[in-house]
């Protein structure tokens, strides 16, 4: 299959369309949720559980790939698809978003994740990363310059660089069907004319990924930057939209607060090309995920289903449900009575509370379940609503 | 249905033999091993795991449940299977080896485990244990008199009581098809007087348990004890097989030896009935199961399998593979070439390598599914080897 993305019908009360995307490795009805499979395995699922759960597509990152396994070893062994047992598609990052992360989050204490996570985990994410690099001096960190950046590996601290030639190298390596522009990354904190001189080093970069590319049966996605600054955001949409992508991804800071996240789609979407695909990078909470849908977006990543599962969390209707507490020890019923997944199909609130107690790795298999199909299905729910134009 | 067992097929070159063991959630094929599920879960195994690895039973602690969730948390909701999820049949035992290996490991240094696991790994169990519990003074954690234990719960030092009659009504609530009769683990360092007290206190609680059982749907097994000393297993094996079991166990300390344990059988497998089924209770490494198998043994259970996953170990027909050290780094291969499990099906050596590196909970999750069908098999070319009398 080659690429391609069709629009099978438009709202006519905002810019939700339907679509469908096509893929190498299969199709993804759009507007969809993508689970984030950091290294190679998107956390306590099998990818039969994945494709049980109704996912059509999963991300993987760069970043973490090539410091390990590294994506020569990957590349040796057949590529991602079959590195991890996964034949359907998959999208890459370009690396950058994490290296900025580790500066940006180590040195202001905030990141793109910062506006979607407590600021406990954030803060206690930020001092692991220091008491595990030691870190002295962190201005020693990352360094960026108009080539690329120079950081030091969360892992061992070996200094590392990466470039946009690099990140398209990488990617073309691990060859998922989707691969993403090597872009620099800006924090809500980034004044405006450090954010402007990020999203030109952004653009420059963008032209160098492109000319690198080689392979052809990967689609490369452009990132529109230019953070919270309304000029920024659309002299950048407009700039990458000139740019001869597949797709495109809205990256960088969305603002403090989701009032800013909507503008910032606001400004940006109308001048993207209809036809292309739109993807809102690392957001997924369910309110954002409705409201970027209304706003055009088609597809969404996010770790929050994952890892609220790691923290003994389920999604509900009724909100988060915290399995732990002891309101769930006697109850029967399952995490939501309407949820068709296995985990609801199977065991009750009581056994998952017990599970989480006693430490057990299958309340963390469980949970992840429920919550990745309960935001897979969610946005079935949101095609079906948009298929009725009733969103 | 009933329960019952039918032995289909006798060796005529060792006490091996085939056979049906019904409960009333189904059918056993016997010799079988049974997977442990410690706090009603087979650590990282859906019960849809377990079925396509072929389990047809699995086994529960009574001592974990009993502490955490309670047995009556479990019988409220239902009962063990439905609790677990596990429509199949479940063995639980009585809750004692839990309580007196707390007292024999802790005071002594060993258990019957002891003989199983390295030092390294007892050793820090115990470690573990006693800093949970912050012990002062060892003598005050286990008391055994002629009714019953008294004993400090591992989880938070309360003092706890369990008697025959306890431990019955506990496994009752719970609801096994399976049930053990409750005796006094001795470890192979007590001597003959201790071991024979013991013993005789375990004839005592056998009685105890036969009369105290109410629940016609469950069958209720004894265990032979009388350590590694001929005349005390002799004794033990006569007088348990007197008395109305479903079925029987070997029980307690087999010696310091594998040779000290084939004999244990060899003294007290001629002395049990030919028609009943015969446990030998914790022990599952494979040379174990095969020797337990030419002796007369039908059920095996151990943490070997799912221990030895969560240690980043698979067993193989090479040997135990150790799937992070470097050598796995790049093998294409599946752990097993010939195993049909989900995880040979799907995966590389490689995959697990970086999963364990990346210290990803699917590498034990695959890791466990491809163990436990590797020992489940395992007893399967037993069976095959039995029916064609060349065992």
Known sequence: ??????????????????????????????????????????????????????????????????????????????????????????????????????????????????????????RSKIKDQKHKLKIKNKENLVKIDDDGVTFRSHLDGTTLRLTPEKSIKIQEDLGADIILAFDECTSPLNDYEYTKKAMERTHAWAKICLETKTNRDQALWGIVQGGAFEDLRKESSRFISSLPFDGFAIGGSLGRSKEEMHQVLDWSIPLLPEDKPRHLLGIGGLDDIVEGVKRGID????????????????????GELHLINSEFKNSPSPIQADCQCYTCQNFSLAYLNHLFHANEILGIELTTIHNVHFVINYLKTIREKINRDNL
């Not at 391609?4 to 993804?28: D, E």
């Not at 597809?299 to 009724?318: E, G, H, K, W, Y």
Request: glycine share 10%.
């Open 299 to 318: 597809l969404f990543d996010c770790v929050i289903p994952t890892r609220l599962a790691r923290n003994q969390t389920a999604l509900s209707s009724r």
């Open 1 to 122: 299959m080659e690429h391609s993305f069709k629009i099978s019908k438009q709202s006519s009360k905002n810019r939700a369309r339907l679509g469908i995307l096509t893929t190498p490795h299969g199709q993804i009805e759009t507007p969809n949720f993508i689970p984030v499979g950091t290294q190679a395995t998107v956390k306590a699922l099998t990818p039969r559980d994945l494709k049980e759960i109704g996912a059509q597509i999963v991300f993987a990152n760069t970043y973490h790939l090539w410091l390990r396994p590294g994506e020569e070893t990957i590349k040796n062994l057949g590529g991602l698809h079959k590195f991890m047992g996964w034949d359907k598609p998959i999208v890459t990052d370009s690396g950058g978003f994490q290296v900025f992360s580790l500066g940006f989050g180590i040195e202001q204490g905030v990141g793109k994740i910062a506006s979607i996570f407590p600021e406990e985990d954030q």
